[in-house]
């Protein structure tokens, strides 16, 4: 019998390498949509977009890698259904294969545009490969470019935009960038960072219609009531979880496919990881469901584990980073439900913004400050109550205030 | 092409060629080294790809800049004077010979 993962992003390549180092000697057969390697997908918005990451460092491993370690890499092939009575499921080029444990890695997908003109030609997106290189194809002939979007990935982009000399117009829908993700001291400091770095960026103005002259497209309108000249246009309006293999097979599902603390979803035999799951997150005390590249590996190791006969509870402490012109954002943990922030500000360019509720920390946003990330990511599992008053005195040592 | 001997936690050696300009970290995970993770990529973000390098091969390293430092002195447990990340460290011709040796992961 063998193990078939489903998606070979982060989540789905980690699990196959985390088999092979648990002494997993079945076959491993890795299906993936794309048609390239196995890549990383956040350079995908910054320096492989920018051009300055060759694409052979983009991929997660070599090719050598997946004959030696014995994983069957099937590219451009997608699953078309699971069938979790025979153990089975389908290939789009409709050979059946047979699994004793499956993993399903499938990730998320974009949400795409639905205003008019969302068609153009012109329009794009940042999740694939191919996305990027699409994109990076048009650089030459772009001067204006709209970005859609107050995420991280339209922050990025839009970065990544104004490093390639373009004239870029960040249009967001609420009143300021990462407003459900952040403070907003944090999202001040990016929002003035883009500015400073020349991008127009347009508050409470979400685009409206995507204006075109033939096939392409022009001119962005937004509610604001402007319109913005764009040769091209970046959406970055947020992802739904890739469920509906696991929906249509009957696992249970709710916003991702619900899994256990091994990663199992509601059919024993299946396994589920990444951006696609919905799990209990012992920390936070919730049901949540997390897009980062650490939850897709950890959960990734917790499910090979799973796999090969050793039961550990996933619990890990979450954390993301995103690089920004001269802005390194660390973050860990997740600040969601916070009731209090302390900011630590060593300097203009470098601040942290730690979260609470009540006396109990919960996750630091830090711009260049590494040691506020670190110290708080090894610290924070059990959301220790800090210091707040020094907590917020450069002057103290962080170290000491978390140990006292 | 310099050749790169890794010392992995149960103390069993590897040596690979690596390509130049390719990092430490690259090496090795093009080396199917899983003890270093490097989770971030190599963009300097997140400490897992910890190693130690011996002090004679000190000068011909570059040495680790404020954010390399900061992420190694409060990441790490056991963050020793020779301890570096990997992905911080590009190879080239005169690194032929570089010995490293791979803690067992704190994370």
């Known amino acids: 019998m063998s193990c078939i993962i489903i998606g070979a992003s982060h989540a789905g390549v980690q699990a196959a390498i985390n088999l092979r180092t648990q002494g997993y000697t079945d076959g491993i057969t890795l299906i993936s949509a794309d048609k390239v390697l196995p890549y990383q997908r956040p350079p995908l918005s910054k320096a492989f977009l920018q051009n300055t990451l060759p694409e052979q460092r983009l991929w997660l491993r070599p090719e050598t890698f997946y004959q030696q370690k014995d994983i069957d890499l099937r590219l451009s092939t997608r699953v078309v259904k699971i069938d979790k009575q025979e153990q089975q499921v389908v290939l789009d080029n409709q050979e059946q294969l047979s699994y004793s444990k499956l993993i399903l890695a499938t990730g998320a997908s974009i949400r795409k545009l639905t205003i008019p003109g969302s068609g153009l030609e012109g329009v794009h997106y940042l999740r694939d490969h191919q996305d990027t290189l699409g994109l990076r194809d048009q650089l030459p002939e772009t001067n204006n470019a709209v970005v859609i979007g107050g995420g991280y990935i339209g922050l990025e982009a839009a970065a990544s935009l104004k490093k390639l000399g373009k004239n870029v117009t960040l249009l967001i829908n609420s009143e300021r960038p990462l407003q459900h993700l952040t403070s907003p001291v944090i999202s001040n400091y990016l929002s003035n960072l883009q500015q400073k770095n020349g991008v127009d960026i347009q508050p409470l103005a979400p685009a409206t219609a995507i204006m075109g002259e033939g096939n392409k497209v022009v001119a962005v309108a937004a509610a604001n009531g402007q319109q913005y000249p764009a040769d091209l246009v970046v959406a970055g309006i947020g992802v739904t979880p890739e469920q509906s293999l696991a929906e249509e097979a009957g696992l249970a599902v709710e916003n991702g496919i619900k899994v256990n603390q091994y990663m199992q979803t509601s059919d024993a035999n299946i396994f589920a990881i990444g951006d696609c799951v919905s799990f209990y997150h012992p920390m936070y005390k919730k049901q949540m469901r997390i897009e980062s590249v650490q939850n897709a590996t950890d959960q990734a190791k917790t499910a090979a584990l799973a796999i090969c006969g050793t039961l550990t509870p996933y619990s890990a402490t979450p954390w993301f980073w995103s690089d920004q012109y001269d802005a390194k954002l660390q973050i860990a943990g997740i600040s969601a439900g916070y009731d209090d922030i302390v900011v630590r500000k060593e300097s203009e360019k470098s601040l942290a913004v730690f979260y609470f509720t009540g006396d109990n920390l919960i996750a630091v946003d830090a711009i260049n400050q590494p040691k506020s990330f670190m110290i708080t990511r090894k610290y924070l599992h059990d959301l220790p109550k800090v210091n707040k008053t020094r907590l917020a005195d450069c002057s103290q040592d962080l170290n000491s205030i978390f140990t006292e | ?107």
Do not use: Y
């Not at chain 2, 680790?64 to 056991?78: K, Q, R, S």
């Not at chain 2, 005169?94 to 067992?104: A, K, N, Q, R």
């Open chain 2, 1 to 107: 092409m310099p050749n790169i001997t890794f010392i992995l936690p149960d103390e069993s050696q590897v040596t690979v060629a690596a390509n130049d300009g390719d990092s430490l970290m690259q090496t090795a995970v093009d080396n199917g080294i899983e003890q270093i993770s490097a989770d971030c990529g190599g963009c300097c973000s997140c400490a897992t790809c910890h190693c130690f390098i011996d002090n004679s091969w000190k000068e011909k390293l570059t040495p680790a800049d404020d954010m390399e430092t900061d992420l190694l002195e409060n990441a790490i447990d056991n963050v020793q004077e020779n301890s570096r990340l990997s992905c911080q460290i590009f190879l080239a011709p005169e690194h032929d010979g570089l010995v490293v040796e791979i803690p067992e992961s704190e994370w």
